[in-house]
C-alpha cells in the first residue's frame, strides 16, 4: 500500500523526520512554478532512482500507484480538449513525483517521529485551548491514512477484476465508504484503547 511504514534501517530512514517534511516542501514549492516536459520527467527519474535506493520492498510500492491512472487519463482528456496534450503530460509527471516523494518519507518515517516534527509547529494553539499534540496526531494519521485509502480501493477493484474480469469504477463508491467508516471505526477503537490522545503537549 501507498504507503506503511517500511521495515528496516535505510540512509532515508536515518534523516530526521523534520528535515524530510522541510525537504519535501521545497520540492513542491520549487517544482511548482515550471511547466517544463523534461524537467517534470527528469524529477519523476530521480524520484525511481530513490527509491531503488531504498531496495526491492520500497520499488514494489511504486506498483500500487494504480488508482491514480483515472485521474491521469482524465487529466490528459481535459487538456486535451483544450489543445494542450504537453501541458497535461507535465501536470501527471509533476502530480506522480510529488506522491511518490510524499509517499517516500511517511514509509521511511514514524508515527511518533513525524508527530514530534509536526507539534512544534502547533504550540500557538495552546493559547486558543487546542492541544498541540492531538492536532500532531491528526496530521500524522492523515498521512498515513491517505496512502492506506489508496490500497483499500486498489484491493476492492483487484477482487471486483477477479469476479468479473472489469474494473470496478464508480461501483465500488458504495462499498469503499463502507470500509472507509470500518477503517475510521477500527482507528478510533485502538487509540482509545492506547488512552486516547494527550490533552496537552508532550513534555
Not at 485521474?71 to 510529488?98: E, P, S, T
Not at 471486483?160 to 482507528?187: D, E, N, V
Request: glycine share 6%; charged share 15%; with cysteine.
Amino acid at each position: 500500500m501507498i504507503s506503511l511504514y517500511l521495515p528496516g534501517r535505510t540512509w532515508l530512514h536515518a534523516i530526521p523526520a523534520g528535515w524530510k517534511l522541510i525537504a519535501l516542501a521545497l520540492v513542491s514549492l520549487t517544482v511548482a512554478p515550471f511547466d517544463s516536459l523534461p524537467l517534470m520527467a527528469g524529477l519523476v527519474l530521480a524520484t525511481l532512482a530513490l527509491y531503488a535506493s531504498l531496495g526491492r520492498a520500497a520499488l514494489a510500492q511504486v506498483a500500487l500507484l494504480r488508482p491514480m491512472w483515472p485521474l491521469f487519463l482524465i487529466l490528459l482528456a481535459l487538456h486535451a480538449w483544450n489543445g494542450d496534450v504537453l501541458l497535461g503530460l507535465v501536470v501527471c509527471l509533476r502530480i506522480l513525483a510529488m506522491v511518490l516523494l510524499a509517499n517516500a518519507v511517511t514509509m521511511t518515517t514514524r508515527m511518533d517521529a513525524m508527530m514530534d516534527a509536526v507539534e512544534p509547529l502547533l504550540r500557538p494553539l495552546a493559547l486558543f485551548g487546542v492541544a498541540p499534540r492531538a492536532v500532531a496526531l491528526a496530521v500524522a494519521l492523515m498521512i498515513r491514512l491517505i496512502p492506506l485509502l489508496f490500497a483499500l480501493w486498489e484491493s476492492l477493484n483487484e477482487s471486483y477484476r477477479a469476479r468479473t474480469g472489469r474494473r470496478g469504477g464508480w461501483r465500488l463508491l458504495a462499498p469503499f465508504c463502507i470500509q472507509t467508516l470500518r477503517l475510521s471505526h477500527h482507528t478510533a477503537e485502538a487509540l482509545a484503547a492506547r488512552g486516547g490522545v494527550p490533552r496537552g503537549s508532550r513534555r
